[in-house]
C-alpha cells in the first residue's frame, strides 16, 4: 500500500485548481482521464490524488514522482500535453513541488 512517508526519496506535486463550481466535475474527470492514458504510463510515476473542494470551487492533485527530473518530463512530454490544455482552459492552477519532512498518524 503506498502511503506518504519521509523516507521515501520523492518529490511531491501539490496542484490547487481554481475552477467555477459547475466545471469541477469535468476538471476531475480530465485530470484522472490523464493519468490513465498517460501519465501513470510515464517514467517515475509513483501515484496521483485527486481532491474536491466541498464548495465547488478547488481541486487538488496531490501526485509523487521519483524525481524533479521525471516530473519536468512529464510536462513536456506531447502526449500528456493536451490534456494540461484542456484543464487550463477550465481553470487557474498553482502548481509546486515539495518534499516530505514530517508525517503523523493516529495508531491503528
Not at 521515501?8 to 490547487?16: F, G, R, W
Not at 500528456?80 to 491503528?108: C, K, M
Request: glycine share 4%.
Amino acid at each position: 500500500m503506498a502511503r506518504i512517508s519521509t523516507d521515501q526519496q520523492v518529490v511531491t506535486l501539490i496542484n490547487v485548481f481554481t475552477v467555477a463550481p459547475e466545471h469541477q466535475q469535468r476538471l476531475i474527470d480530465l485530470l484522472v482521464e490523464a493519468t490513465e492514458q498517460v501519465i501513470s504510463r510515464l517514467p517515475g510515476y509513483i501515484s496521483a490524488n485527486i481532491h474536491r473542494g466541498l464548495d465547488g470551487t478547488r481541486v487538488v492533485n496531490y501526485a509523487q514522482w521519483r524525481s524533479v527530473a521525471d516530473f519536468e518530463a512529464m510536462l513536456r512530454h506531447p502526449e500528456a500535453r493536451p490534456h494540461f490544455e484542456a484543464a487550463w482552459r477550465l481553470a487557474t492552477n498553482e502548481p509546486h513541488l515539495y518534499e516530505v519532512v514530517y508525517t503523523h498518524s493516529a495508531a491503528g
